[in-house]
């Protein structure tokens, strides 16, 4: 497949891209994709998004679906399942509420649940040990788009951010999701699309332009082709 960047908005967008056969990238820097970098960084083996139970777009989403796949992840690494989601300020018991469609799945898989903690970005992680843990962000605009493009077939699902986190400053970030994107689809030979997720969100659109330019940057499209 002639390789190729696209970039886009909204789950809508994510789904067009995995109908292209593309890997798709969900840059939602506040807060779930900067939540999920900042996993990485804390040593999470796997990260996903999921939406929530209840959501508005114009796309089909299976968040019990994502929590099987994450909580069957979970079994095979021998390790334990994390849900981050909303609302910030709240019990854990609210919390679980908006994710039990995702926590239904990952008992399914007979994964076990750590907790369900605040999206807060970078901060999230110093709220419980990540290390060796799958991680399974349940939100309305990166989840929902994760989410769909996952269950529209995408070879492979991504999370990037431009911000920094516990051990990432500057542009390392945003290198290190233009980098993830390309291993992945030189791996599965195929093109990139990456989606900001929310078309109201200029600091998703930005960030998204920025990671599609690192990735031209890095050479993964012969710009003298064109």
């Given amino acids: 497949m002639p390789k190729s960047v696209e ?16 890997v798709v990238m969900i840059v939602d820097i506040i807060d779930m994709s900067t939540t999920l970098e900042a996993a990485l960084d804390a040593g999470a083996t796997a990260v996903y998004g999921a939406s929530p ?5 114009p796309v089909r989403v299976n968040p019990e679906h994502v929590g099987y796949l994450a909580g069957k992840k979970a079994v095979e690494l021998g390790t334990e399942v994390i849900v981050v989601t ?12 908006r994710a039990l469609q995702v926590i239904k799945g990952i008992e399914r898989a007979g994964a076990k649940l750590v907790g369900a903690l605040p999206n807060l970005g970078a901060e ?10 799958v991680v399974v962000a349940v939100t309305h605009s990166g989840g929902v788009a994760f989410d769909a493009a996952l269950n529209e077939g995408a070879p492979a699902v991504l999370t990037g951010t431009i911000c920094r986190t516990m051990h990432k400053r500057g542009m390392a970030p945003s290198r290190a999701a233009a980098e ?3 291993a992945a689809a030189e791996k599965h030979n195929t093109g990139i699309t990456v989606v900001a997720a929310s078309s109201n969100s200029l600091e998703d659109i ?7 330019k690192l990735i031209l940057e890095m050479g993964f499209v012969d710009l003298k082709l064109k």
Wanted: proline share 2%; glycine share 6%.
């Fill in 86 to 97: 909303e609302p910030r300020v709240a019990s854990e018991e609210e919390r679980k509420n």
């Fill in 206 to 212: 930005l960030a998204a332009e920025h990671i599609v």
């Fill in 53 to 57: 139970d209840f959501n508005l777009a």
């Fill in 7 to 22: 970039l886009t908005v909204n789950a809508t967008g994510a789904v067009e891209g995995a109908r292209r056969g593309h």
């Fill in 124 to 133: 999230t992680v110093k709220l419980t040990d990540f290390k060796n843990k």
């Fill in 180 to 182: 993830r994107a390309i």
